[in-house]
């Protein structure tokens, strides 16, 4: 069995299987974790729960204006990377090529140099994102172990992605294995690192959301 092979066989199911239970135990848990019945008496012209939880997902999608200077950067950074990412994996036509192999589904790609130059972009937002966690004061002393370790499993892929569609270091195989095995192990991290924001940030902004809403507050 070659290399590539293997990634693309056991490696790749067995990180989508951790993956796919991962991700359901970890929302089944968050869900259904026992908590005390709130008893208070929602405030005069506190919203709907649906609405009040989606308009403040809406609101925190940026900060407020006082604070909008001095959190530019990771807000240009953080869409920048966010959305890099959400268009080479669902914009690239061998992922998408990918996605309908397990689901059924497909959708036009978009062309190599167009994901070429979007994952260069990516790199450097992600590359800044490091920078600045490593530079700053108050985010050196908080960071830990597992934020550097998300952000390695993430930019792992960007990388031999880019190594494996401009044929560097090895075979393109070989080369397309490894970034085959890297987004493997990023997959298989996924459920128990802080990658799980990605799925976790809907639930728990909507409810900060509606709890402030219930009380009068609408920040």
Same mark, same amino acid.
């Given at each position: ?38 008893? #208070? ?9 649906? #609405? ?66 979007? #994952? ?45 569609? #401009? ?53």
């Amino acid at each position: 069995m070659t290399l590539l092979e293997f990634a693309r066989g056991p490696a790749i199911n067995a990180a989508l299987v951790i993956f796919v239970f991962g991700v359901i135990w970890r929302l089944f848990w968050l869900l259904f974790l026992p908590r005390a019945a709130d008893h #208070s008496v929602a405030k005069l012209g506190a919203g709907a729960a649906v #609405s009040s939880a989606a308009g403040g997902f809406v609101r925190h999608m940026w900060p407020p204006r006082e604070y909008a200077a001095r959190t530019r950067f990771s807000l240009i950074v953080g869409y920048v990377l966010h959305f890099g990412l959400a268009i080479i994996v669902f914009g690239f036509a061998q992922h998408i090529l990918f996605i309908r192999d397990i689901f059924g589904i497909g959708w036009p790609g978009l062309p190599t140099g167009v994901i070429t130059v979007v #994952s260069v972009i990516t790199l450097a937002a992600l590359i800044a994102a490091l920078v600045r966690r490593m530079t700053n004061p108050v985010l050196k002393m908080i960071s830990t172990f597992a934020d550097y370790w998300a952000w390695f499993v993430v930019t792992l892929p960007v990388v031999t992605g880019l190594m494996a569609v #401009s044929h560097l270091l090895l075979r393109y195989e070989d080369m397309l294995g490894v970034h085959i095995l890297s987004v493997a192990l990023m997959l298989a991290t996924f459920p128990f690192s802080k990658l799980m924001h990605a799925f976790l940030v809907f639930v728990t902004r909507s409810q900060t959301s509606f709890f402030y809403s219930r009380r009068g507050s609408h920040v």
